[in-house]
């Protein structure tokens, strides 16, 4: 066994006896990454088409990115949030430009970003006199706390009930299930515009649109959690942007440190305002080295249009995948926008066998909900790659299908 494989063997060993085993981890111990490309610790090179679950919008270690982390972690890490800094000003300012907001509030993640405007839209609601109950939609996703489960799926909630109470689900595309939801009680609807762990499903522009005017008529607010499709990958900046309905509040996080972690609150004045001094907080959000790597990552996608690239890639992509889908009888439906996109397979094919015949052909893509193979590339990625990519979709379905045999 060569050093490097000895070390892949004892990093997957000390993972299983002193990790929490939360994750169904992959085979791999990757080490390095460039662009689109990660290396394992045996030498081994594949095309990245998850980009870290829609994380690496600029691919791995961009130069911009890795610069602007350098400079700043040899200045000033962190200081909390109680003193200003000159990248966090900076940050917000570029951020509320490019999304279309007056203001911003710093997370940790997605899960903090939903988390804090759970209680922005309930602080404004208290102030309107409203009731707490917040909406949300079938097939969304919008984390793992308590209190973002009681939004999500039934399957993601066994075992840690009670859930917290004033969450409400309605069938996704139902106008008339919101219309009739939507009362003096409701504080708030929060929508995936394109589900994400649900399929990679759009909401569709006549439903958002409708539920922009019934939110306005009942004075609820519009949430718009963009964790998975902001920063680029639907074609704009953020996929409001796309489908023209504004909503009251964004949120944001994934693809907008480039990799570092960090999420975001946006709202306009009137919104934002409902939340003074000492309301909500958080000690690492906005820090100095997550703010360098987010400002660093929105200046790269704005001044290189990658997401009118990724606009022309993913209509590329979905060219081919709806005409091998025709011709292959094995693809109910493609999915998406720009490089957010599912691969809707019949049942009768292996989902995650079809996944990991492609991790074996060089290629590390992801099955969510059963039968999508999801790909989100980074918006940075290839155009040879990308037909690399589809080029071993295509494999892997036909080698799950006839049941060929595949060297590891």
């Known amino acids: 066994m060569s050093d490097r494989s000895a070390e892949r063997e004892l990093a997957v060993e000390r993972e299983q006896q002193h990790h929490f085993q939360t994750y169904g981890r992959q085979p791999l111990v ?18 990245d088409a998850l980009g870290g679950i829609a994380v690496n919008v600029l691919g791995h270690c961009h130069p911009e990115v890795t610069k602007a982390l350098q400079d700043q972690a040899a200045r000033l890490i962190h200081v909390s949030n109680l003193y200003y800094t000159e990248v966090q000003s900076k940050l917000v300012t570029r951020l509320s430009a490019l999304a279309g ?93 394109i589900q994400g762990e649900g399929g990679i499903h759009e909401v569709g522009a006549d439903y958002l649109q409708h539920a922009r005017r019934l939110c306005d008529a009942s004075g609820a607010l519009l949430v718009f959690d963009e964790i998975q499709c902001g920063n680029g990958r639907t074609g704009s900046m953020y996929a409001w942007q796309e489908y023209g309905v504004k909503p009251d509040v964004l949120i944001t996080a994934k693809g ?31 820090n100095p080295l997550s703010s360098a790597a987010a400002l660093a990552t929105l200046e790269v996608l704005d001044s290189e ?60 893509a992801n099955c969510t909900a059963g039968t999508v193979i999801r790909l989100l590339p980074p918006l940075t990625i290839g155009e040879d790659s990308l037909a690399f990519v589809l080029d071993v979709l295509e494999k892997a379905v036909h080698e799950v299908r006839n049941g060929v045999e595949v060297d590891g």
Not at 256 to 276: E, F, Q, T
Not at 344 to 363: A, S
Request: glycine fraction near 18%; charge should be negative; charged fraction near 25%.
């Open 30 to 47: 990757l080490d390095r990454g460039e662009n689109e490309f990660v290396w394992d610790v045996d030498g081994r090179r594949y095309v």
């Open 256 to 286: 907008l440190g480039g990799g570092v972690p960090i999420g975001a609150i946006l709202a306009d004045h009137d919104v934002a305002s409902a939340l003074g001094a000492g309301d909500h907080g958080t000690t690492f959000g906005g």
């Open 305 to 364: 249009k990658l997401p009118a690239r990724a606009a022309r890639l993913g209509r590329m992509a979905r060219e081919r995948l709806e005409a091998y889908a025709g011709s292959s009888g094995v693809v109910r439906e493609i999915r998406g926008r720009g490089l957010m996109i599912g691969v809707d397979l019949d049942p009768e094919i292996d989902g995650p066998g079809v996944m990991n015949r492609m991790r074996e052909h060089g290629v590390l």
């Open 101 to 193: 907001f007056d203001r911003v509030f710093l997370a940790n993640s997605g899960a903090e970003a939903v988390e804090g405007s759970l209680k922005l839209v309930r602080r404004h609601a208290a102030g309107k006199g409203r009731g707490s109950r917040i909406l949300g939609l079938e097939g969304c996703f919008h984390g793992r706390t308590l209190a973002t489960l009681a939004l999500g799926a039934e399957k993601y909630q066994e075992g840690f009930g009670p859930m917290p109470e004033g969450f409400l689900r309605l069938p996704k595309g139902d106008t008339g299930a919101l219309e009739a939801a939507l009362g003096d009680d409701v504080a708030a609807l929060i929508v995936e515009p």
